[in-house]
């Protein structure tokens, strides 16, 4: 699902803690040395996220966010910025040249450049944290 967030709404606040759960705590920040991710080009997207990236040749960012129980991709196209909230048991990350975010029947593919390599400690986070939630609900072997 993807919001418009531009603007402060309190019903989306109340809709992404819903689906992702609420920020981390500062503490929490602290401890693990950031929740968020810097800034990446997005290279290709699919066809129905195509309305909210730069249609002509300008560079559209993104950067990725961590919550309990997903992940916000916010991206900023011109002046508006939405945001995709995927919870973790919709995501699916692949690892090709660049690396590409899959959930919903959509996909965003990153760049593999200066900006993306500077990320790789936070994707080690992410990863850790969908494994983490992955194994509240792994099925015992018989």
Do not use: C
């Not at 401890?31 to 990446?40: A, Q, V």
């Not at 040249?97 to 900006?115: E, L, M, T, V």
């Amino acid at each position: 699902m993807v919001l418009d967030t531009t603007y402060s709404d309190k019903s989306n606040t109340q809709l992404i803690n819903d689906v992702v759960g609420k920020p981390f705590s500062l503490l929490e920040v602290f401890k693990m040395k950031g929740i968020g991710s810097k800034r990446m080009v997005i290279e290709e997207v699919s066809p129905n996220l195509k309305q909210y990236v730069n249609s002509i040749s300008d560079i559209t960012y993104a950067n990725l966010e961590l919550r309990p129980n997903g992940l916000l991709v916010r991206i900023n196209k011109g002046l508006r910025n939405y945001t995709w909230i995927i919870p973790f048991y919709h995501l699916v990350i692949y690892k090709s040249n660049g690396s590409s975010i899959h959930a919903q029947g959509k996909f965003i593919r990153f760049k593999n450049n200066i900006n993306f390599k500077e990320n790789k400690s936070f994707f080690k986070k992410l990863f850790s944290k969908k494994i983490e939630f992955d194994a509240q609900y792994a099925f015992i072997d018989s």
